[in-house]
């Protein structure tokens, strides 16, 4: 393994372990939902890792390369293809889920998770 | 007709688009909105079975290793597809019917998630690569979160952010694990990772082999809602309009079951899988019923009652051979309609009481009593009263979990059973039988003549399956044979 796909690993493993504890462990949503980007993105980052080539070219053919030189010296381009939709997936999540804690903030006026997202089966009631 | 398979994806998303976008235009959105409903379970029925590659990329055969290889996202449409497509889509146009009858000015952004939600389970059901379904199960999640911050219901956006927070961690271990499996084979398509595995390409005992798989059961438990995760899923169900929570409910089961297939098909060769596929269902069984016990909100007591059902179907696929597996798909089958009719018929009573707590509730049979009777049936159903389709699949698991020689299995089956039965006569004496408390008032005495279609249309088949099961049990008992 390249001592440069070992950095990026290691990388993910502490953008992963930094995003647990912090989502876990801190009170503030806002935090919270930093720490929940921060494990996307190093999983992210590890599928990326998973296509890095050592010396490996740009995935994408030229008409003047010669396919099996390109075959054996390309990065392979399907954990990117991923990463990219992956992106844009914890993207639209990350939207949903600070538009909600806006709303709940209004409601609230803390961003603190032990008051916003206290038990709510005990004090429920139908509103329609 | 192979090319009506996309089709089944396609039609859901692009309806919930438009709908999305014209939503201004009231009674266009709403004629659309119901065309669109009917056609939904038209299309899996009409469409023939086969293989569809996005692209028309073709698998291609290595003629060094003699493997065959998927380079296009690969759907597959075989019998058991058609089954769960057609029913979640009569489920989705009863749910949408309903919707449309009950509000004179529709909105467009909540069919947009009925439709999406309906799209993703599509697409999760049919899909052969797992990343697909990873998308799918994300678009799924925002899906859900939306119908259930959508209603009317107090503390609903809390209930949201709570499995909103809850998913953003399950999802990204579950991507993890899918990365794991990508390293490992270099396809995201579970047929050629299923042939790696069973051709001793992959050491099956590697440690990156059994994270990955711990990592993809984590994210299975969170979107099936099995113990940890038992009490949010609950919960959302008790947030959501009764309707939404009918067609909620239906995509956390095929959700559970596009997953653990996909699973199954990959890591069937260790034996610590099945073990673990046993040892959370039974825990849901147990959790679920014991916790629906205390409930005095009915919709969540629903919930909990759920959960338990969602143990009987792991239970089957965890048994492992092709009867159980069978008979887990046919109680998952079961559970959509019999939990949906259970849904609707009780969000008949919220209508008109405005009330959840059954300990303010009584003496609704005089008021209501065609919503009663249908009640009562789905719950027996539920709780495996012959001859009633839950009857059916139940038998069939206690016999399968004898036949595997696990008779301790089958006594839990049959006592978490009576156990649902007693917590559904409990509540059902009293909302419906014990003498009506003076401070309630019943203000809306009909019920939408809606509901009570969609309950008729549920029931039908319920007891239809129950009378005669056949009709579904071999063609799933054919598809099972097929993974094997």
């Known amino acids: 393994m390249a001592q440069t796909q070992l950095i990026i690993l290691m990388t993910s493993a502490a953008l992963i372990i930094i995003g647990f504890y912090s989502a876990i462990f801190v009170d503030n949503i806002i935090k919270k939902i930093i720490g929940i980007s921060f494990i996307e993105e190093g999983v992210n980052l590890f599928i990326v890792a998973i296509g890095y080539k050592a010396g490996g070219i740009v995935p994408i053919l030229m008409p003047d390369m010669n396919t099996t030189w390109f075959a054996s010296n390309a990065a392979y381009p399907l954990p990117f293809g991923l990463v990219l939709t992956s992106i844009v997936i914890g993207a639209s999540t990350l939207a949903v889920m600070l538009a909600l804690v806006m709303v709940i903030y209004k409601k609230y006026g803390t961003l603190s998770t032990k008051v916003m997202l206290a038990d709510t089966s005990k004090q429920e009631e139908y509103n329609e | ?484």
């Open chain 2, 1 to 484: 007709m192979n090319e009506l398979i996309p089709l089944m994806v396609i039609v859901p998303l692009m309806a919930a688009l438009l709908i999305s976008a014209f939503s201004r235009f009231n009674t266009v959105t709403k004629i659309f909105a119901l065309v669109v409903a009917i056609c939904l379970p038209i299309i899996p029925l009409a469409s023939n079975y086969g293989l569809h590659y996005f692209g028309g990329y073709e698998p291609i055969l290595d003629n060094v290793t003699n493997a065959v290889y998927h380079p296009a996202i690969t759907y597959s449409f075989t019998f058991l597809q058609q089954v769960f497509i057609a029913m979640v889509g009569l489920l989705t146009f009863l749910v949408v019917f309903i919707y449309l009858t009950k509000y004179r000015k529709v909105s467009g952004p909540y069919l947009f998630l009925l439709f999406l939600g309906t799209a993703a389970v599509t697409a999760m059901l049919l899909t052969d690569d797992i990343f697909h379904m990873f998308v799918f199960f994300e678009i799924l999640a925002l899906a859900q979160v939306g119908i259930v911050a959508a209603s009317s219901i107090n503390y609903s956006y809390e209930m949201a952010l709570k499995y909103m927070i809850l998913g953003s961690i399950g999802s990204p271990m579950m991507l993890l694990g899918i990365g794991f499996l990508l390293a490992m084979t270099g396809t995201v398509n579970v047929t050629d990772i299923a042939a790696a595995v069973h051709n001793g390409l992959i050491n099956v005992t590697s440690p990156v082999f059994l994270m990955s798989l711990a990592l993809i059961f984590f994210g299975w438990l969170y979107a099936s809602g099995l113990p940890p995760f038992h009490t949010i899923k609950s919960g959302i169900y008790s947030k959501a309009e009764p309707h939404g929570a009918a067609l909620l409910q239906s995509f956390t089961v095929i959700s559970m079951i596009s997953i653990v297939l996909i699973m199954f098909r990959i890591y069937s060769t260790l034996p610590i899988f099945e073990v673990l596929i046993v040892f959370f269902s039974i825990l849901a069984m147990i959790l679920g019923v014991s916790m629906a016990l205390t409930q005095t909100d009915f919709r969540r007591m629903i919930g909990f009652l759920a959960v338990g059902e969602l143990g009987f179907i792991g239970l089957g696929i965890g048994l492992g051979t092709q009867f159980s597996i069978t008979a887990g798909l046919f109680q998952a089958l079961n559970e959509i309609m019999i939990t949906a009719l259970l849904f609707i018929g009780f969000g008949a009573i919220v209508n008109a009481t405005n009330e959840v707590d059954t300990r303010k509730l009584g003496g609704l049979l005089a008021y209501h009593p065609k919503v009663s009777l249908m009640l009562l049936i789905g719950g027996l159903a539920m709780a495996g009263v012959p001859p009633l389709s839950g009857f059916q699949s139940k038998l069939m698991l206690v016999q399968a979990s004898l036949s595997c020689g696990f008779p301790e299995i089958s006594i839990l089956a049959i006592m978490v059973s009576i156990a649902t039965f007693v917590v559904f006569v409990k509540t059902y004496y009293s909302m419906f039988l014990k003498p009506k408390p003076n401070d309630l008032e019943v203000e809306n005495k009909e019920v939408p003549r809606a509901m009570i279609f969609a309950m008729g249309i549920l029931l039908i088949i319920i007891i239809l399956l129950g009378i005669f099961p056949d009709i579904v049990i071999n063609g799933i008992s054919n598809f099972v044979g097929g993974i094997l």
